[in-house]
């Protein structure tokens, strides 16, 4: 995987993410399959999606070898000004209230590392107050330090500092936790170069019976997701989450995977992060034009009609921003 080509397998490994966020916010999990109610998927799907876009936003905040100047304005650009967009739509749309401090903590992203005790951080948009702190903290030291062994250093020292910060202050949402060693580790993947041989079809074996463990282990903590942070379950999910991705990548690189519907591919990956900060509001609309009145009548009108035409509408949105902003000079 070239540093300077596009690669392949993230936007197969992003378009399954994104599809799968759509089935994750439908009411698929109020249904059944075969007598077989979905409910305990819940957790899977969740870690999954949420875990492939933090590897992924990791592994590209050091493959691009962008100065720090550039890094930065690339991530106000590409990141952080569509999620204002994506708040401000939150607020007008569904409704979120905010006091005036919250809202200036979410203006600056720190709502994940100031909750839970002075914010709240809102669905779906919290992934966006997580990851900012990791480019800022991780994103910033790998620019800086140049030799692994101390960027694995640095990233355990700061990994402890938010420890203390949590212990002491009372602040610093779990989920930073769950995500962080997963976006490290993407980090590491980039700037090691070791991604390519990670997945190799040779080691297709070793990583599904760690990907095994890590369903294992995931469903040993499932009564403890999102309620008690514990090692265990920081642990179960970076297991999880690394070999659901590294098996993903993997048959992505298969040449029957790789040719398969690829403007289809490219376009949802292309919309994959819209898609991702609006289907909420997009949805809302949608449904004040006609809301179904069964379960499974929510669950098909939104996988049917919602998902393809938040992805319509991000594309079209996405190609627009990128065409005002190609000019930009932040």
């Known amino acids: 995987m070239s540093r300077r080509e596009r690669i392949v397998e993230f936007d197969i490994l992003r378009s399954m993410s994104i599809l799968l966020l759509f089935f994750h916010h439908s009411n698929a999990y109020e249904l059944g399959l075969l007598g077989h109610p979905l409910a305990p998927l819940r957790p899977f799907v969740g870690t999954f999606v949420l875990g492939a876009f933090v590897f992924v936003a990791g592994y590209l905040s050091i493959r691009a070898q962008e100065d720090l100047r550039g890094f930065l304005r690339s991530r106000i650009s590409r990141v952080y000004l569509p999620y204002v967009v994506a708040l401000l739509s939150f607020i007008a749309i569904l409704g979120v209230r905010l006091s005036a401090r919250e809202l200036v903590i979410h203006l600056l992203g720190l709502q994940m590392v100031l909750a839970p005790r002075l914010s709240h951080p809102i669905d779906t948009l919290w992934f966006v107050g997580m990851i900012l702190p990791f480019y800022v903290l991780f994103g910033i030291a790998a620019r800086y330090v140049k030799h692994v062994l101390y960027l694995v250093l640095c990233l355990v020292l700061c990994t402890a500092a938010l420890v203390l910060v949590r212990t002491r202050l009372g602040l610093v949402e779990d989920r930073i936790f769950y995500y962080l060693g997963v976006y490290a580790v993407g980090l590491i993947l980039a700037k090691t170069g070791r991604l390519q041989a990670l997945t190799s079809p040779r080691w297709f074996p070793i990583k599904a019976a760690v990907w095994v463990l890590g369903i294992g282990l995931l469903t040993m903590y499932s009564d403890h997701y999102r309620t008690i942070l514990s090692p265990g379950l920081v642990l179960s999910i970076a297991v999880f989450v690394l070999a659901s991705i590294l098996l993903v990548l993997s048959v992505a690189r298969l040449p029957t995977i790789r040719n398969l519907c690829p403007g289809l591919r490219r376009s949802i990956s292309y919309a994959a992060y819209v898609s991702y900060l609006l289907h909420r509001p997009i949805w809302r609309i949608?449904?004040?034009?006609?809301?179904?009145?069964?379960?499974?009548?929510?669950?098909?009108?939104?996988?049917?009609?919602g998902a393809p035409l938040v992805l319509f509408v991000s594309y079209a949105l996405q190609k627009g921003y990128d065409l005002l902003t190609s000019n930009w000079r932040i």
């Open 286 to 305: 949608v449904y004040l034009v006609y809301t179904p009145r069964t379960p499974t009548g929510t669950f098909l009108f939104t996988l049917t009609i």
